[in-house]
T-cell receptor, first 115, second 115 residues
Framework: AQKITQTQPGMFVQEKEAVTLDCTYD???????LFWYKQPSSGEMIFLIY??????QNATEGRYSLNFQKARKSANLVISASQLGDSAMYFC????????????FGQGTRLTINP | DAGVIQSPRHEVTEMGQEVTLRCKPI?????LFWYRQTMMRGLELLIY????????DSGMPEDRFSAKMPNASFSTLKIQPSEPRDSAVYFC?????????????FGPGTRLLVL
């Protein structure tokens, strides 16, 4: 069974600093996708970035990048130059590429950016 | 383009009452997912449909929960009878044919409170 672990319940970072949110996963599948979502206080789930298990390069989307270490089964999200608007819950999720289409989510990390 | 639409956005009801949550997926999306988010259990998949057909309902907590998708543009999640432990945010999400990097697009959620 797939499992996502986010070990940081909360993080506090100064504005403009970079921050790394940890995510480790467990799966027996060879083909899978890893996703990060942001959930601000308003409640909606916002897709941030995707990494495929066979992608050779780490994914990047603007200020977001994914530090993917397949052998260690980790997919950490890096936010560069953090902004006050980055304060939110962040969820790591995984999905099999073949078979079941459901996303399995971690418990999330609450990120607070201090001015 | 309109995103995933959910109604109502908030629902307060009394224990024992029937609750119906509604979802309109993004036009052209073949997959529809119902998730529930609570503090204790995080985000968990309840059921998902492919081309209006339920594929995996293993996450539906018990017989009090039922979901239907009568056509490609509408789905309902019904709880009958409702209980206080059903209080949660219920998300509907949709996605097109599942290519490797296709994300799921979430609706704004329905915040349910059962008294």
């Amino acid at each position: 069974a797939q499992k996502i672990t986010q070990t940081q319940p909360g993080m506090f970072v100064q504005e403009k600093e970079a921050v790394t949110l940890d995510c480790t996963y467990d799966t027996s599948d060879q083909s899978y996708g890893l996703f990060w979502y942001k959930q601000p206080s308003s409640g909606e789930m916002i897709f941030l970035i995707y990494q495929g298990s066979y992608d050779e390069q780490n994914a990047t989307e603007g200020r977001y990048s994914l530090n993917f270490q397949k052998a260690r089964k980790s997919a950490n999200l890096v936010i560069s130059a953090s902004q006050l608007g980055d304060s939110a819950m962040y969820f790591c999720a995984m999905r099999e590429i073949q078979g079941a289409q459901k996303l399995v989510f971690g418990q999330g990390t609450r990120l607070t950016i201090n001015p | 383009d309109a995103g995933v639409i959910q109604s109502p956005r908030h629902e307060v009801t009394e224990m024992g009452q029937e609750v119906t949550l509604r979802c309109k997926p993004i036009s052209g999306h073949d997959y529809l997912f119902w998730y529930r988010q609570t503090m204790m259990r995080g985000l968990e998949l309840l059921i998902y449909f492919n081309n209006n057909v339920p594929i995996d309902d293993s996450g539906m907590p018990e017989d009090r929960f039922s979901a239907k998708m009568p056509n490609a543009s509408f789905s309902t999640l019904k709880i009958q009878p409702s209980e206080p432990r059903d209080s949660a945010v219920y998300f509907c999400a949709s996605s097109p044919v599942q290519t490797a990097k296709e994300t799921q697009y979430f609706g704004p959620g329905t915040r349910l409170l059962v008294l």
